[in-house]
């Protein structure tokens, strides 16, 4: 869990910004490490992005989880998605409690973040909790089914199939 603010990897997430794949593979890992760092606690890539995808006017989002269950007999986890649109980087993070989505309801459907320039570099602020009009997560009700499912598609993308 070990992060600390870089200049050169944030100048990455201005808008209109070019990038190597490899650039962008270093913004992924620089954004999970930052991520991690600000909750205290490990966290699993659940999904990668699709780096031939990003441009300036697209960008990129790939899929995390926390690494182990928090609160004992409670099971606590959470799974969510950091994203960069070339303008603003967030996390939404949905909670889970022995396995099942814990809360889902209007207006307090995830925890938002959002990785906002400071002086000298980055750092995640909480947003607190909001819902999406679009409903885009109203699927997202078993956390092993939601990383199986993702899983199952980084295999077929792997091996062509998709």
Not at 40 to 57: M, R
Not at 77 to 83: F, K, L, R
């Amino acid at each position: 869990m070990t992060w600390k603010p870089d200049p050169t990897i944030e100048n990455l997430l201005s808008p209109g910004t070019t990038a190597s794949l490899d650039q962008w593979r270093a913004v992924k890992d620089y954004l999970l490490r930052s991520f991690a760092a600000f909750l205290g606690q490990e966290i699993d890539t659940v999904w990668e992005p699709l780096y031939e995808d990003i441009s300036p006017g697209w960008g990129f989002a790939f899929g995390i989880r926390s690494q182990a269950t928090l609160g004992g007999p409670l099971q606590v986890e959470w799974y969510g998605v950091i994203s960069h649109n070339g303008h603003h980087t967030a996390a939404f993070v949905l909670l889970f409690a022995h396995n099942e989505r814990a809360i889902h309801h209007k207006n307090h459907e995830y925890l938002e973040f959002e990785f906002q320039p400071r002086e000298d570099h980055r750092q995640w602020v909480s947003r607190g909790w909001s819902s999406s009009e679009v409903h885009e997560w109203d699927g997202y009700l078993n956390l092993s089914k939601i990383c199986d499912q993702a899983a199952e598609r980084n295999a077929n993308r792997t091996n062509g199939n998709d």
